[in-house]
Structure formats: structure tokens, C-alpha cells
């Protein structure tokens, strides 16, 4: 049996750590600040036969109620740096995505703009495939540097079989490091790209609330006749829709918000609901794009 890895904590609070504040503790949590950290604590929970999360920013994650039975970790040190290497951008995979477009803005880096408005991490959004506001990710990623329980492997786009909000990464692999490659420009333009670029997300979304971000993918089959989820999930009569302490903000009926005392139980509730009027109007099955940890148990009315 492996050793158990310096800087592990019991039972460690996951609400702290999500920008929407419910759910329950980790069994194990871990900050990693290395790759070799990071490796070693990959090959404990492989042997302990632990379940792994990635906490990220916290910004498309809800956690159970009754927690995460695993190992949680969250990126730090070495693995959430931003630097700049020419027109490369060399972040960890623990960097703030928005951190490292300004940071690429003021060092006069193009490319990364969008990435502003995806309040995730460098890793979690080439996970995720984040695009935004016209932006695509794997037209700028150069590569990734991925750690499993065995090591560390370094991937470029096309290994990594991206679709919308999805790649072939695994439970068991995590991004250390990424490379965008950027173009130099004027870095006051950027800089004004970057604020247009806030402006729109300003107006088009919530701001200052404890939410998520999106709930569902905006779908692609016909009977949604090209309308967004929020636009469906408004058309349904949800903006404004409340269960327990959670609601469909009145400014964008995609977001869910806690009110304050919201529980995960009353943020599934209210998607199930949402996701029920939506398919009842308009045989629309919205699928979920925020990711979740731990045994998550979605509402009766979830299976239309």
C-alpha cells in the first residue's frame, strides 16, 4: 500500500470552493502544486480505488449535498501559473482562463480574448471545449500536458477529440499545463477587445450572485428551431422560477442562482422542472452542461 501523500485534509468543506456555495465535504482533498505532486497523488487514489474530482474554479460544478466520496484536488503553485514564452502563453491547468487572457492583453498577446467571459481554469476549459462569444479554443491551444497515475504526456487538439463542451479526457487524467499559441498586437486594442468582450457579458448575464454559469447545453435538434436553452427554458415560463432557495435568474432563465441558503437538492429540483416545461412545450430534452460530484441523485421528474 502506497503511502498516504503529504497535505491531504479529511472531510474538507467543497462549498467554499463553488462559485453557486452548496454541497457537501471530500473525503480527501489535495492542492497539488507540482506534477510529481500531482502524480503521486493520482497513483494513491488509483490503488486506494478512490473516485477523483477536479475542483477547477468552482464555476460549472455542483457538488452532492451529502459530499464527495474521494479524492477532490484543486491546482495551485507551479500548476496555476501564467507566463509567456514568445507568443506562446504557458499556463497551468489551475490558471484562471479570464487571468490569462488579461495577462496575454497586456503583454500584447491576441487570440485569447474570449476567454475573458469563461470564469473556468485553463485545464477545466480545454476539458471542456469552453468557446465563447465566437472564440475557439483549439484554434489557439498548441498543446497539453496530461498527468495519470502513471505520468505525465503531452497531447496537441487532435488527440484530444474535441466536440461541443466535450474531449476525450478522462476520470483519471487531469491537465498539468497548457500552450496557446497567441499573435502579437497592440496591446491597448486588446485591451479594448477584452472590455467589449465583458460589456456583452454584462448586459447578456447575471453578475455579483452565487450561480454556475450555464445549466443546460444549448441543443442542436430541430424542434428547438435554432433557440438557445435560455431562450427555451424563457418561453417555458421559467425566469424567475424558484424551488427552495434556488431560482432561474430574471436576467438569463440558463442561470440558476442561490438565494442564500440554497441546497444541491433545490438547484436539481428546479432543473428538473425547468427541463420538464421545456420538453413539454417543446419535445426538447435539455441536456445538463454543469458538471457534478459526488452521488448526485436527480429528481424523479428528471427521466422524461
Known amino acids: ?21 452548496t454541497g457537501g465535504p471530500a473525503e480527501w482533498f489535495a492542492r497539488p502544486s507540482s506534477e510529481q505532486a500531482l502524480t503521486e497523488l493520482l497513483a494513491w487514489a488509483g490503488e486506494e480505488g478512490l473516485a477523483l474530482g477536479v475542483v477547477g474554479s468552482g464555476s460549472n460544478l455542483l457538488v452532492a449535498d451529502a459530499g464527495f466520496r474521494g479524492l477532490a484536488i484543486k491546482l495551485d503553485g507551479d500548476l496555476a501559473t501564467i507566463e509567456r514564452e514568445g507568443e506562446m502563453l504557458l499556463c497551468g491547468g489551475g490558471a484562471r482562463l479570464p487571468s490569462a487572457s488579461a495577462k496575454a492583453a497586456g503583454w500584447g498577446l491576441a487570440g485569447l480574448e474570449f476567454g475573458v467571459n469563461i470564469p473556468g481554469t485553463a485545464g477545466g476549459a480545454v476539458k471542456m471545449n469552453a468557446n465563447a462569444y465566437g472564440g475557439q479554443l483549439a484554434e489557439v491551444l498548441e498543446w497539453v500536458d496530461v498527468c495519470t497515475a502513471a505520468g505525465s504526456d503531452r497531447r496537441v487538439p487532435g488527440d484530444l477529440e474535441f466536440a461541443y463542451r466535450s474531449s476525450n479526457l478522462g476520470p483519471g487524467e487531469v491537465i498539468a499545463r497548457t500552450s496557446f499559441k497567441l499573435t502579437a498586437d497592440d496591446p491597448a486594442a486588446i485591451r479594448a477587445r477584452l472590455e467589449a468582450m465583458r460589456g456583452k457579458r454584462r448586459e447578456a448575464q447575471p453578475s455579483g450572485i452565487k450561480t454556475f454559469g450555464s445549466t443546460f447545453k444549448n441543443p442542436d435538434e430541430e424542434r428547438a428551431a435554432g433557440r438557445s436553452a435560455g431562450q427555451l427554458l424563457e418561453a417555458a415560463g421559467c425566469r424567475g422560477l424558484r424551488q427552495g432557495g434556488a431560482r432561474f435568474s430574471e436576467k438569463h432563465a440558463n442561470f440558476v442562482e442561490n438565494e442564500g441558503a440554497a441546497t444541491t437538492a433545490d438547484v436539481l429540483e428546479l432543473m428538473a422542472e425547468g427541463r420538464r416545461r421545456v420538453h413539454e412545450r417543446f419535445g426538447v430534452v435539455l441536456e445538463p452542461e454543469v458538471q457534478v460530484l459526488g452521488d448526485v441523485r436527480w429528481p424523479e421528474g428528471w427521466a422524461l
Open 1 to 21: 500500500m502506497k503511502a498516504v501523500p503529504e497535505g491531504l485534509q479529511r472531510d474538507f468543506p467543497l462549498a467554499r470552493l463553488t462559485t453557486v456555495r
